[in-house]
């Protein structure tokens, strides 16, 4: 072998070598798991959650007092506060021009 395919192959080797030891203590470039941001992430999940939450709470509220008086207007109570009857009696609206 010549002088120049030993030091050809003993650069190789050194380079290789050099090239094994920088993957095995590499590190990511990127950082992929923040600790900072997943606790805000969860406090705007958990803030988020809990206005829907608000909402459909308001909702349901809203739901509940139209069943109440929906209910008080098909047991013939009325108006909430006050006792009132409605009357109709069947009257054709041409009657005055038939009487008369």
Do not use: C
Request: glycine share 4%.
């Amino acid at each position: 072998m010549s002088k120049k395919r030993v030091l050809v192959d003993s650069w190789n080797r050194l380079n290789y070598s050099l090239h094994e030891y920088r993957v095995r203590t590499m590190k990511p470039r990127i950082r992929t798991f923040n600790d900072s941001a997943l606790g805000k992430y969860h406090i705007a999940k958990s803030k988020k959650e809990q206005l829907a939450e608000d909402r459909f709470t308001e909702i349901e509220r809203a739901n509940r007092i139209l069943l109440e008086k929906m209910s008080n207007i098909f047991n013939d109570k009325g108006i909430p506060g006050g006792q009132r009857k409605i009357s109709f009696s069947r009257r054709s609206l041409n009657y005055k021009v038939r009487r008369g």
